[in-house]
């Protein structure tokens, strides 16, 4: 197909969704509102910004290594945390954190993590840009049961497939294990930020709301030689928004709360949007700086909300994000940017020079797209004086070999679309078991995108690299190795992707956390 006629075609998929926006009230006003989510605010009383320090989740050791292999222990464990200053909260935790501790391995060596679940709830656990083997990858319905021995395959099946949200299933796509689960991740890929994270079928918003969320970052000989910025001013930062009772437990609005169906309420079936934006778990906190480049490694976890980051001041001369990696790693060179507009799951790898500001200041990160007290994210503090810094962003840092669609021996298209019969892509709600594509490995294919409302779109397995946007060239942040792609209400995205060494069941969905439990998933299988 040409490009010209996928064009056309995103615009009858627009066309189709319009009609049965009439069918359904709410939707129509999420279209006419062009936005993801809703508001759910805090009754708690909310701290003033900039009070508490940036907290950096602290580095897990492992349980054992060997020649070959680094072994990890985490527990997933209820926690009372101090979240907001004087009142504590009720958290979902890898470990007793929020986030859960990071993990550090190094590229072609193997890590495995051993999870055992404390949790009253059963959970999965899903390696966000890991290029991982079936087994491991964290299928919505392969379970860690609570290790209490309260769940049943009957329970754990009719739990996910309850009330109106409820997604269809039989027991034979169910994997259980009982209490704990070993994942093993090779990481034959590339350097590059990744994080993990519940992806239960139907309770991954929730789950992740509740605190299941943390960082494991991935290094390799080819990003080590360069001269960037290390150590503590190599920071992850995970950027998350949430919403507390006045007790301060978390506020979700489940439409069960006893976790017998899976959902939202109504109102916020287009997304759940808090008012206290918290980075690595602290809200609005502030870190003090010296007068150096450091990288920062955004990460959006948030279940819904999209942001657009900026640094106020803006340093002399704008350009104050200089992108030096994706989703999957190292661009080829820098990529320069005054704001940074981040979906849902999206990491976003850059170095500030905060020598470019006087002493003293006090640099804001803002959130362009909030307003209220989602419209500030934390702040940096310049310290005096001018250290000697030996770092530097090459003008080349990786190779970086495109992918020709010109040479894709297949093209598939998926339509994410809301309507009368909920989300759902190419008009299927999610079915486990049921595959919408079937590709051969180490093939390479094109695949088509297209949306009638706001949707992060995330593919298992293998990154990709995007084609083009509406039928013209690639956005400004859509730049490199990709595992996640934003796109914006009648919008069309095309990426190339290749899928390597894995065969078997993995998934295609919306990160709009909502979207995804609320049936916006597909299996694909690799062959």
């Not at 259980?176 to 990481?187: C, D, F, I, K, W």
């Not at 962003?393 to 021996?409: C, F, H, N, T």
């Not at 008009?427 to 949306?451: C, I, K, M, N």
């Not at 060494?501 to 916006?520: K, T």
Request: hydrophobic share 35%; charged share 25%.
């Amino acid at each position: 197909m040409r490009r010209r006629t996928f064009l056309g075609t995103g615009g009858a998929v627009l066309g189709v969704g319009a009609v049965t926006l009439a069918g359904w009230p709410l939707l129509r006003s999420y279209f006419s509102e062009g936005k993801p989510g809703e508001l759910l605010s805090s009754t708690a009383k909310l701290p003033e910004p900039y009070q508490v320090p940036l907290p950096v989740p602290p580095v897990l050791e492992p349980a054992s290594t060997s020649g070959t292999t680094d072994s990890y222990d985490i527990t997933q464990r209820v926690a009372e945390l101090e979240i907001l200053p004087g009142l504590r909260t009720k958290a979902w935790t890898y470990g007793g954190t929020f986030p859960g501790p990071t993990i550090v391995s190094r590229s072609g060596r193997r890590t495995v993590v051993r999870h055992r679940n404390e949790l009253d709830q059963p959970v999965v656990v899903h390696l966000h840009g890991g290029h991982t083997p079936a087994a491991s990858d964290g299928y919505p319905t392969s379970l860690i049961l609570p290790a209490n021995g309260s769940y049943d395959a009957h329970r754990a099946a009719q739990d996910m497939a309850g009330g109106k949200h409820g997604m269809s299933m039989d027991h034979g796509t169910m994997d259980l294990a009982e209490g704990v689960r070993s994942y093993t991740y090779p990481l034959e890929q590339r350097a590059a930020t990744l994080w993990y994270h519940d992806h239960r079928m139907g309770y991954t918003g929730a789950s992740v709301w509740m605190g299941l969320a943390g960082f494991h970052l991935v290094h390799d000989e080819e990003e080590e030689r360069l001269p960037l910025p290390g150590g503590e001013r190599d920071i992850p930062l995970m950027i998350t928004d949430r919403s507390f009772a006045e007790d301060g437990s978390f506020r979700y609005p489940l439409v069960d709360p006893q976790f017998h169906a899976p959902g939202v309420t109504d109102a916020y079936m287009n997304g759940v949007l808090g008012d206290v934006v918290l980075v690595n778990g602290a809200p609005w906190p502030v870190h003090e700086v010296e007068r150096l480049r450091y990288r920062l490694r955004f990460l959006n976890a948030s279940n819904a909300r999209l942001y657009k980051l900026e640094l106020d001041p803006q340093p002399e001369g704008g350009d104050a994000f200089v992108q030096i990696g994706s989703d999957g790693g190292l661009l080829a060179g820098p990529r320069r940017h005054d704001s940074l507009e981040i979906a849902p799951a999206e990491r976003f790898d850059v170095v500030v020079d905060f020598s470019r500001y006087r002493p003293g200041t006090k640099v804001r990160l803002l959130n362009r797209f909030g307003d209220g007290t989602t419209a500030e994210v934390m702040r940096f503090d310049v310290g005096s004086g001018s250290p000697a810094d030996d770092t530097t962003v090459p003008e080349k840092l990786s190779e970086v070999v495109p992918l020709d669609p010109g040479r894709a021996s297949v093209t598939r298209d998926f339509h994410f679309r809301g309507s009368a019969a909920g989300w759902t892509i190419n008009d299927l709600e999610y079915q486990p078991g049921r595959a919408l594509a079937r590709p051969r490995l180490g093939q390479t294919e094109v695949w088509r995108f297209t949306t009638n409302f706001h949707h992060p779109i995330h593919l298992h397995l293998d990154h990709f690299q995007v084609v083009s946007r509406n039928n013209r060239d690639p956005g400004a942040f859509d730049h490199g190795w990709k595992d996640t792609v934003d796109l914006r209400p009648a919008e069309a995205v095309e990426v190339v992707v290749r899928f390597t060494d894995y065969a078997g069941p993995f998934m295609l969905h919306c990160h709009n956390l909502e979207h995804e439990d609320m049936a916006m998933m597909g299996d694909f299988v690799t062959e």
